[in-house]
């Protein structure tokens, strides 16, 4: 027997003594049922997120702005997160179960994150996240 047919042996081992684990097995459980919450109150928000009419405002807004400053915004939609890139800034909208949550980039670097209130003006959202641009 070969060392790579010992260390896979050994893997497979190790694995289905995890597997079989009780501890392991109650903490793989708690950790899908909190997730599984998580989505859950999320829901609602997500729901006003992708339909609503803020996003609608908010993606016009941010378009217009970013034509004016000569950027385009790209617009991306990562399961229930909605992605605005625009040259080296970054805005996520992030559903979570208090709301609407939007984390914001530069370079690739987190700079902030806010709350964002759904029956609020999009242009100020827009406004706020594209100021820092050239």
């Given amino acids: 027997m070969g060392f790579s047919e010992n260390l896979e ?3 497979k081992s190790l694995e289905s003594r995890e597997e ?3 501890a392991s ?3 793989e459980k708690q950790r899908r049922d909190s997730e ?3 989505r859950l109150a999320a829901g609602p928000f997500a729901e006003q997120l992708k339909s609503g009419p803020f996003t609608q405002g908010l993606l016009a807004h941010a378009t217009r702005i970013g034509f004016t400053k ?3 915004v790209h617009i991306t939609w990562l399961d229930t997160t909605l992605r605005l ?3 080296h800034l970054r805005m996520e909208l992030r559903p979570t179960g208090g709301g609407i949550v939007a984390h914001y980039f530069a370079d690739g670097q987190a700079t902030g994150e806010s709350t964002v209130a759904l029956d609020g003006d999009p242009e100020v959202l827009a ?3 594209l100021d820092d641009l050239a």
């Fill in 9 to 11: 042996n050994n893997l």
């Fill in 20 to 22: 079989r684990d009780p």
């Fill in 25 to 27: 097995l109650a903490q």
């Fill in 36 to 38: 599984r919450q998580a």
């Fill in 70 to 72: 000569r950027t385009k």
């Fill in 85 to 87: 890139d625009a040259k």
């Fill in 127 to 129: 406004r706020t996240w």
